[in-house]
């Protein structure tokens, strides 16, 4: 494929509309209007569907309430009261009542201007004051910030969480915390996943499975939210809820509990319902500006106190968050390229470079594989005989006569950045283009982090479909890309598509990474040749504890066939495709069989768009 359509970003539901069709086709397109037309949203019907392909009997909650555990810690849960509306009230007190793990602890701050919060919890449980229930009627109300502090003055357990007043918890949350904790004592923080519970509370829809720990997401937004738990001494020693982030405090919060935290548990379970308010920022996010703005600055503040130089923006998409580091100096990035022939192909890769390239300290190493086109040898000499670039050839095959006619592309990237003479290095395929200018230095904002090995980027296809957002361990086979072949204006699952966030694996297609990291892990596994290496390579990097960051604010086209999979036709690259996927499944299996951690388990492995698992 050597055309790029053009692409112009909709401003409109009309164009928006236009590009659907043109990314989907005509059938999609008209089966999507008709569910929007009747409003039968297909989030909505296929969570319906996934709740009865998923039921939790009573069967299962009456052994839940019979598991005899040897660690039982008091779970108290704080909660800020103002003039709750009686039934929900009533709704959030009896969702506790009825828990099968009975050490929680409930404490209630009431800032409301009035009496009778207590009669309402009193009928709550049937007229019997529960004593796990504690109850604190306020002297004045001190605003959510204020209450919520109050909440947690009341608190006495070992571990201390936060709802809000109009919520409802699963009857079987505090066992999964609870088991959670008799698994691994030195859990720090748990938090679960949740969906949205309607008004009436009677329907169950738009349900968050999140990713394990994901420091880069949540500096995105706040994928956490709900429910949120961390060791009690941890939380009161962060001085609690801070009034300068109201509307955003629970992210302030979360990040500088976090920030004490090693280990961080994610339950992958629906545990917390959130109650939907017609003038909640879910459903009318512009409402309340202060409150992103007041996102926006925990996390800025948040990089303060880990002396990162970062200033956050606000992001087209209200309550996300981008982040534009601010590193001194200006470090060599050496862009490593793989050739064979193609001279087309490459001149247009570099071009686009050249051209739009704001990153003012690159050099290009060409590495040179088999190329039987001696046009190619012009063009490289025209290369490095130019003053505007820094650009040197390195002819593989030359120094390794034993791979003529041969291709392994670990070997090469591995003998490219051994010529290279940059801190950092770009891998890049021939057949990429570079979109904004500001890719590289996007790219490696992330990659001078310390606790950063990688950095991936979002690609395209020429027709301006997704070719890659980051890789998921077993999504459609070995590995793939989120939302492969989704268009290009999508955002995604909960943004996914469109935020910064840590991934198991980012495509060498396009990836940045320190010179020194790729040689600590010996680079790539010469071993696969042609499949899975960059995986294989994020892995090692991971085993390291360094992480993988995938950001979509470095674009780039990869023209590679949209019908490339018809090569395995060919016997002899179908058979070394099968070699390759057993030894790297061999090699991982451990890792494999746990799943992607970035990847929640409810969600399928068949398709690419997070739909749930049924």
């Known amino acids: ?32 209007t008709i569910r929007k037309a009747l409003g039968h949203d297909q989030e909505h019907y296929s969570y319906a569907q996934f709740l009865k392909a998923h039921p939790v009997t009573e069967k299962d909650l009456e052994k839940q309430r019979h598991t005899i ?26 969702s506790f009542t009825a828990q099968t793990y009975a050490n929680w602890q409930l404490c209630l701050a009431d800032g409301s201007p009035k009496e009778g919060l207590k009669d309402i919890i009193l009928k709550a449980t049937d007229g019997v004051w529960d004593e796990r229930i ?56 748990l938090y679960s996943d949740e969906d949205k519970i309607d008004m009436e509370s009677k329907e169950y829809f738009l349900p968050h499975f999140k990713s394990d ?43 500088r509990v976090l920030e004490k935290c090693k280990n961080i548990y994610h339950i992958p379970r629906v545990l917390y319902h959130w109650r939907t308010h017609p ?18 600055r925990a996390v800025e503040e948040h990089y303060k106190r880990l002396g990162i130089p970062a200033n956050v923006q606000l992001d087209t998409h209200l309550g996300y968050y981008r982040t534009k580091y601010r590193w001194p100096g200006s470090p060599l990035v050496s862009i490593v390229i793989p050739n064979k022939d193609h001279i087309k192909d490459l001149q ?91 890719a590289i230095s996007e790219m490696l904002g992330f990659a001078r982090r310390e606790d950063v090995g990688a950095v991936g980027a979002r690609l395209y296809y020429g027709n301006n479909t997704v070719q890659h957002a980051g890789l998921i361990l077993g999504l459609g086979g070995v590995a793939n890309s989120q939302f492969l072949g989704s268009g290009r204006e999508q955002v995604g699952y909960f943004y996914r598509s469109t935020c910064v966030q840590d991934l198991s694996a980012v495509t060498g297609a396009c990836m940045l990474t320190s010179k020194e990291d790729y040689l600590a892990v010996g680079g790539f596994d010469e071993g696969l040749a042609v499949a899975f290496n960059d995986v294989d390579y994020c892995l090692k990097l991971r085993a390291k504890n360094l992480l993988c960051v995938y950001t979509p604010f470095s674009e780039w086209y990869h023209l ?23 030894y790297f499944t061999a090699k991982w299996k451990e890792v494999i069989e746990k799943g992607d951690p970035y990847y929640n388990p409810n969600l399928s492995l068949k398709k690419f768009d997070y739909s749930f698992n049924i």
Not at 4 to 29: A, C, F, M, S
Not at 153 to 173: M, R
Not at 232 to 253: L, M, N, P, T, Y
């Open 134 to 189: 504690v109850y604190k009627k306020l002297e004045d109300n001190t605003g959510i910030a204020g209450n919520t502090n109050a909440a947690l003055e009341l608190a006495t357990g070992e571990f201390i969480g936060f709802t809000d007043h109009d919520d409802l918890i699963t009857p079987d949350a505090m066992y999964y915390i609870a088991k959670a904790l008799n698994e691994d004592r030195t859990i720090q923080a």
């Open 279 to 296: 003038a909640s920022t879910a459903d009318h996010p512009e409402a309340k500006m202060y409150a992103y703005e007041n996102g926006r």
């Open 213 to 255: 720990f994901n420091i880069d997401l949540l500096c995105s937004h706040n994928y956490i939210t709900h429910l949120f738990v961390a060791r009690a001494d941890i939380v009161k020693a962060s001085g609690g809820i801070r009034s300068e982030f109201d509307g955003a405090q629970d992210h302030d919060f979360d990040l």
């Open 560 to 582: 590679e066939s949209v019908s490339r999979g018809l090569d395995l036709e060919d016997p002899e690259k179908k058979m070394r495709m099968e070699a390759e996927t057993q």
């Open 348 to 438: 247009a890769c570099i071009d686009s470079i050249i051209e739009k390239n704001e990153y003012n300290n690159i050099e290009f190493v060409i590495v040179e594989n088999n190329s039987t086109d001696e046009a190619i040898r012009g063009y490289y000499h025209e290369l490095q005989m130019r003053n505007d670039i820094s650009a040197r050839v390195f002819d593989y095959t030359a120094e390794h006569p034993e791979s003529k006619g041969q291709f392994n592309y670990s070997a090469l990237v591995n003998y490219g950045v051994h010529q290279a003479k940059g801190e950092y290095i770009l891998l890049l395929n021939n057949d990429t283009r570079m979109i904004n200018g500001d």
């Open 69 to 94: 555990f040897k660690f039982n810690p008091v779970i108290s849960i704080a909660i800020p009261l103002y003039n709750t509306p009686e039934r929900f009230l009533i709704e959030l007190i009896q």
């Open 1 to 32: 494929m050597s055309d790029i359509r053009e692409y112009k970003q909709p401003k409109n539901k009309i164009e928006k509309g236009l590009l659907y069709l043109q990314h989907y086709g005509l059938k999609k397109t008209v089966a999507k």
